[in-house]
């Protein structure tokens, strides 16, 4: 069921997605499918957590240092959330996970502590990262509904510029000449280094203090 209504999902979006447009899928009225799910809620319960689960969760590998881990954490849930139309609203829209995702979570974590992380930066630093990639793919999500364009054309660089007073020397004109897409793969590991990179630093500190 959970496949199938990660297809209807692809097809419809978040807000055309419905427990009877689910069962016309199957071929039953409503009521059949309230034997399998209780509420909307549930489905999309499942939903995310057929997400999550598809990125990969897991501690980290054999000689893989927590920086590389959690890079490569990151850029597969990233992958994961994009994979599915609206999949950052499925997921953020989540109530309550299934137990065995939660057990796994818990062994990331746990894999963190042995690297010098005490439970609570631990938890910070994932959620952490969580929130980072839930924001990013939001944005691209949206902006892909209103089927905006990835990168501001020319012309529209050109309007900016004349409404601000440096024009074309603008910092906001030349950042966008120079960094391209904000919402593009360099803006994302630009962030992704910026947390890593904080949480080193967080971690050094945590570790100074014990």
């Given at each position: 069921?959970?496949?199938?209504?990660?297809?209807?999902?692809?097809?419809?979006?978040?807000?055309?997605?419905?427990?009877?447009?689910?069962?016309?899928?199957?071929?039953?009225?409503?009521?059949?499918?309230?034997?399998?799910?209780?509420?909307?809620?549930?489905?999309?319960?499942?939903?995310?957590?057929?997400?999550?689960?598809?990125?990969g969760m897991g501690p980290l590998r054999?000689?893989?240092?927590?920086?590389?881990?959690?890079?490569?954490?990151?850029?597969?849930?990233?992958?994961?959330?994009?994979?599915?139309?609206?999949?950052?609203?499925?997921?953020?829209?989540?109530?309550?996970?299934?137990?065995?995702?939660?057990?796994?979570?818990?062994?990331?974590?746990?894999?963190?502590?042995?690297?010098?992380?005490?439970?609570?930066?631990?938890?910070?630093?994932?959620?952490?990262?969580?929130?980072?990639?839930?924001?990013?793919?939001?944005?691209?999500?949206?902006?892909?509904?209103?089927?905006e364009p990835a990168a501001p054309p020319?012309?529209?660089?050109?309007?900016?510029?004349?409404?601000?007073?440096?024009?074309?020397?603008?910092?906001?004109?030349?950042?966008?000449?120079?960094?391209?897409?904000?919402?593009?793969?360099?803006?994302?590991?630009?962030?992704?280094?910026?947390?890593?990179?904080?949480?080193?630093?967080?971690?050094?500190?945590?570790?100074?203090?014990?």
């Open positions: 069921m959970i496949e199938t209504a990660l297809r209807l999902l692809d097809e419809v979006g978040l807000e055309g997605l419905t427990v009877r447009r689910l069962a016309a899928e199957f071929g039953v009225q409503s009521p059949a499918l309230y034997w399998h799910i209780r509420t909307k809620q549930q489905l999309l319960d499942g939903m995310a957590d057929a997400i999550i689960l598809a990125s054999d000689e893989e240092s927590w920086q590389e881990w959690l890079a490569r954490r990151a850029r597969a849930y990233r992958d994961s959330l994009l994979a599915h139309r609206d999949g950052a609203r499925i997921v953020c829209a989540a109530a309550q996970l299934r137990p065995a995702t939660v057990r796994m979570f818990d062994e990331e974590l746990s894999a963190m502590v042995d690297h010098g992380f005490t439970p609570a930066l631990a938890l910070r630093t994932i959620t952490g990262i969580t929130h980072y990639v839930n924001g990013f793919v939001l944005q691209r999500q949206v902006r892909a509904e209103r089927q020319g012309e529209r660089l050109a309007d900016l510029a004349v409404r601000l007073d440096g024009g074309t020397s603008a910092p906001l004109v030349a950042a966008l000449l120079e960094g391209g897409d904000p919402l593009g793969e360099e803006a994302f590991e630009h962030g992704l280094r910026a947390f890593i990179d904080g949480t080193a630093a967080a971690l050094l500190r945590v570790s100074g203090q014990q």
